[in-house]
């Protein structure tokens, strides 16, 4: 029932910048809905777990990683239903799949039950 589709991933130098979109469907959020949904980017490297790197709340705080914090920033367009992770001074380290998340339930944190979007990669060259 919800669709989430992501957007923006690809190769960049060291240093540089990028910016993930993740649009969902009319269908699934409208301009006002979008609010009541937790929402989140997700990231998974070679070898490692599926990490949290940011999240919106429904209340709109934000929350960062503190291995992201001052260069990633999370943000929602609600005119567009969409959410942004707009991500400057890239490492290598930050090469990843870069999933983007909504809580399975309005005012639900996110967890177990999350939606999915498709996933993006990124890639980060020394």
């Known amino acids: 029932q919800v669709q989430l589709v992501e957007s923006g991933g690809g190769l960049v130098q060291a240093g540089g910048s990028l910016r993930l979109s993740c649009v969902a469907s009319?269908?699934?959020?409208?301009?006002?809905?979008?609010?009541?949904?937790?929402m989140g980017w997700y990231r998974q490297a070679p070898g490692k777990q599926r990490e949290l790197v940011a999240s919106?709340?429904?209340?709109?705080?934000?929350i960062h990683a503190d291995s992201v914090k001052g260069r990633f920033t999370i943000s929602k367009d609600y005119a567009k239903r969409a959410l942004y992770l707009q991500m400057d001074g890239l490492k290598p380290e930050d090469t990843a799949v870069y999933y983007c998340a909504a809580a399975g339930r309005p005012y639900s944190a996110l967890g177990s039950d999350n939606y999915w979007g498709q996933g993006t990669q990124v890639t980060v060259s020394s």
């Open positions: 009319e269908r699934t959020f409208s301009n006002y809905a979008i609010s009541s949904y937790v």
């Open positions: 919106l709340t429904s209340a709109r705080s934000t």
